[in-house]
């Protein structure tokens, strides 16, 4: 069974702080691939980015980072100077190679105070 | 431009009623997907289809129907058999590929049984 544990429920920081979202997922397989959503509060959800289980390289983009550890099972994405646009919420969510079903976590709501 | 749309945004149903979600996309997608938002929880999967004619139970289909006649449209089925039905809806598209294609989402339908 695969399982994506976010467990941060709610984040709240000061504008220009930077913020670190934690993911921790679990599954037997050794092809997968894992994905950061952003919902904003008009409710459609946004692709951020994608990782496969085999690419372990970080990626930044922007004020955006990814650290994709296997070892600790974890795909933590990091906001650098965050900004009042940040705030939302935002899932990891968990694809098996076999099917295109999502695992989603609970999600971490950000708010970025101005 | 291309995308999905869900209609209504919004929608009031009176108990022992069933009411139907649109879902449409013109990205020319194969494969679509429900999914219940519960407040503070994160997304789960209520039915999918990877092509027309076809598909399949998601994890709280019950009480759910679907039906697939167009690769464009997905529609929702919230029967009176949902004994909880108030969520946000979201509907989702994919294209073919495999498990490496990330899943588009439409704005939502949030429904209120009264």
């Known amino acids: 069974a695969q399982k994506v544990t976010q467990a941060q429920t709610e984040i709240s920081v000061v504008e220009k702080e930077d913020v670190t979202l934690d993911c921790v997922y679990e599954?037997?397989?050794?092809?997968?691939?894992l994905f950061w959503y952003k919902q904003p509060p008009s409710g459609e959800l946004v692709f951020l980015i994608r990782r496969n289980s085999f690419d372990e390289q970080n990626e930044i983009s922007g004020r955006y980072s990814w650290n994709f550890q296997k070892s600790t099972s974890s795909f933590n994405f990091t906001i650098t100077a965050s900004q009042v646009v940040d705030s939302a919420v935002y899932f990891c969510?968990?694809?098996?190679?076999?099917?295109?079903?999502?695992?989603f976590g609970g999600g971490t709501r950000l708010m970025v105070k101005p | 431009d291309g995308g999905i749309t869900q209609s209504p945004k919004y929608l009031f149903r009176k108990e022992g009623q069933n009411v139907t979600l649109s879902c449409e996309q013109n990205l020319n997608h194969d494969a679509m997907y429900w999914y219940r938002q519960d407040p503070g929880q994160g997304l789960r999967l209520i039915y999918y289809s990877q092509i027309v004619n076809d598909f399949q139970k998601g994890d709280i289909a019950e009480g759910y129907s679907v039906s697939r006649e167009k690769k464009e449209s997905f529609p929702l089925t919230v029967t009176s058999a949902q004994k909880n039905p108030t969520a946000f809806y979201l509907c989702?598209?994919?294209?073919?590929?495999?498990?490496?294609?990330?899943?588009?989402f439409g704005p939502g339908t949030r429904l209120t049984v009264l």
């Open positions: 969510a968990l694809k098996h190679n076999a099917g295109n079903m999502l695992t």
């Open positions: 989702a598209s994919s294209a073919p590929g495999g498990a490496w294609n990330e899943q588009f």
């Open positions: 599954t037997r397989d050794t092809t997968y691939y």
